[in-house]
């Protein structure tokens, strides 16, 4: 009898292990219809994340059901059902999890089938416990077999769906190009859109109250100005690409931080939705060849972006530094990818960290060779502890914490260096221009903030200064007309006690600040047509390349999901015109310069850093 007994508790715990293996799957397919498109990923796929939760559920809840038969022996039947219960519970838990933060990046179309799987795994849960206490068996077995049956038919169903495009793309008719050469004009007017990634008013207000940040404090008197709303998750790459095209992740193809090369599949996929404990494993799956991280590149953006539109129509551009131009595009101006930026970047012919046009490219990396010199020297630690008030004897961990301020102070002041370069070359529309570092630094100095027996404690202040600088010096060299605009992808706040917990839990490396819960972020108009004193509401990142639009007398495109914030428009802007869309009407391929997407270390290195991966 014993012996029957153990063998049908490790029955359960197989099943156990296969029931939330396909359920998972279910889970981690509908998130990635986008990338997963063949039945051989899927099973692949599939097949990796049973073995997976049997050598994760199937050994633990075999021995727990074990030992809880040695205190319980009379009612075999209701530690199965609990134990089915428990696990029903928390992959329908986790699945609405993954729905909540990950709702911006699925397909619309796939919402129906995930809501009803949510409510079908918690129907399911209550009726697994009560056959257990009714001790209906067969009930219990019947559930078993049931979920299993519908976690096959849902992988199957997600495989099926494709992204219509079409869908996502009203029709274009040929007038539309007609009207594009018709009102491509305005090109003596420049337009500077300045992105500070996880700038927050939080700080700023009190700043510019307290005097520290005039130019930023000009700009915000002199124009318009609001809290940007972001989306989760608040993956720069996701975040910085929807500004720049206008359109959510589902449209523009950038919906994580990675794209993954799983053994067995061809194609670099996605991988969305995975719980906290499986994204450790996969870290540690990369030692046995078995898979492989990668940065996502801007091979994998599948919508134009604003620069893309301009360039095409004639218009001078300059990208400087923006998220995600790795590797970069012919365009009809300059681009300089954000990899270039990196501190210890060797610069080799086959990094696809290369500018475009590649005759600046031995000016820019002579620049870089210069100021990595100078921060090479002992005399730039004293710079660096001058600038940001920094006074004391460092121990080794606050040792390390500065040269974390240091590599990020680094690449934004090359992007300073950089642009002072080009703005002597070149002429230019419209300047894009990214800076990472008060990004860096709130994630790692947000405990230091304003907290008087800290030497870091003015570390976060001093870099919006800094940055607010390097804004003043680049506006005085750009002549009027102009129009500048200021924005971030999200704003920042305190690592939350839950979120601190969890990575106590899994041994993530700890960051005081976060952005997880996406906090609102900045957005200030300021300049030609842009009017005095508007404080607007509602407004999110997908409005501003709708906004961008219209002060170079374009159309804005109904494709596009942002709105054109017509509130802080003068009225020579107005009214604002439409298009179907711009999509097919350039055109622009996208990575023409780049090869294929290697592996980048220190770009992955860093995210670890910042507490984004494992």
């Not at 046009?357 to 630690?381: G, Q, T």
């Not at 006074?391 to 080794?396: A, E, P, Q, Y």
């Amino acid at each position: 009898m014993n012996m029957n007994i153990i063998f049908l508790l490790a029955i359960i715990a197989l099943l156990n292990g296969s029931l939330f293996g396909f359920g998972t799957s279910v889970s981690t397919l509908y998130l990635n219809t986008k990338t997963i498109r063949t039945y051989h990923s899927a099973l692949i796929i599939t097949t990796y994340l049973i073995l997976y939760y049997m050598i994760v559920l199937f050994l633990p809840f075999l021995i727990a059901g074990g030992i809880t038969y040695l205190f319980i022996t009379s009612n075999m039947l209701l530690i199965e059902g609990i134990i089915y219960g428990v696990m029903l519970l928390l992959l329908a838990i986790k699945v609405f999890i993954d729905k909540k933060i990950y709702r911006n990046v699925c397909l619309p179309k796939a919402n129906n089938i995930i809501k009803w799987y949510i409510n079908f795994l918690f129907i399911s849960c209550i009726f697994c416990l009560g056959s257990s206490f009714y001790g209906i068996i067969e009930g219990n077995f019947l559930i078993i077999l049931i979920c299993l049956m519908i976690f096959i038919v849902l992988i199957a169903w997600v495989v099926l769906l494709r992204m219509d495009f079409k869908s996502l793309k009203t029709k274009i008719f040929e007038s539309d190009a007609q009207d594009l050469v018709k009102v491509a004009k305005n090109k003596e007017h420049k337009v500077i859109c300045f992105g500070i990634d996880s700038a927050t008013w939080d700080i700023m207000d009190e700043m510019i109250s307290n005097k520290q940040l005039p130019n930023l404090a000009a700009l915000k008197k002199n124009g318009s100005y609001g809290r940007l709303k972001s989306y989760r998750p608040t993956y720069s790459p996701i975040l910085w690409t929807s500004t720049a095209t206008g359109k959510t992740p589902q449209k523009h193809g950038i919906r994580n931080l990675l794209t993954y090369r799983i053994k067995g599949i061809p194609e670099n996929i996605e991988i969305i939705g995975f719980d906290p404990v499986l994204a450790r494993m996969i870290a540690k799956l990369e030692n046995f060849g078995i898979m492989k991280r990668y940065p996502v590149t801007s091979l994998e953006r599948t919508s134009l972006t604003i620069w893309n539109i301009l360039s095409e129509l004639g218009y001078k551009v300059s990208v400087v530094s923006w998220f995600l131009t790795d590797p970069v595009e012919k365009i009809n101006g300059v681009m300089v990818p954000q990899h270039f930026y990196h501190f210890d970047s060797q610069m080799q012919s086959s990094s696809p960290s290369r500018p475009h046009p590649l005759d600046i490219e031995n000016d820019i990396k002579r620049i870089k060779a210069e100021l990595k010199s100078r921060f090479n020297s002992s005399r730039v630690n004293e710079e660096i502890l001058n600038r940001f008030d920094i006074t004391g004897n460092l121990t080794i961990q606050e040792d390390h914490r500065l040269e974390v301020l240091k590599v990020f102070y680094f690449q934004d002041l090359l992007t300073l260096e950089v642009l002072r370069y080009l703005l002597k070359k070149f002429d230019f529309s419209l300047l894009m221009v990214y800076f990472h570092g008060v990004d860096a630094v709130q994630h790692r100095f947000w405990d230091c903030h304003n907290n008087r027996h800290n030497i870091f404690r003015y570390v976060i202040t001093r870099y919006y200064e800094f940055i607010d600088e390097i804004l003043g010096d680049i506006m005085r060299k750009i002549p009027e007309p102009k129009t500048v605009f200021v924005t971030s992808d999200h704003g920042h706040e305190a690592t939350k006690k839950s979120s601190i917990l969890l990575n106590a839990l899994l041994g993530r490396k700890q960051v005081p600040g976060s952005h997880t819960y996406a906090p609102d972020g900045i957005f200030i108009a300021s300049g030609n047509g842009i009017a005095q004193g508007i404080n607007v509401k509602d407004i999110s990142l997908y409005d501003i390349v709708p906004t961008v639009l219209p002060l170079f007398a374009l159309p804005v495109a109904r494709d596009m999901d942002g709105q054109p914030i017509e509130d802080i428009f003068k009225k020579n802007i107005l009214p604002v015109k439409y298009i179907n869309s711009y999509e097919g009407l350039v055109s622009t391929k996208f990575g023409e310069m780049g090869g294929d997407v290697i592996e980048n270390r220190e770009t992955l290195n860093m995210l670890r850093d910042l507490g984004y991966i494992d």
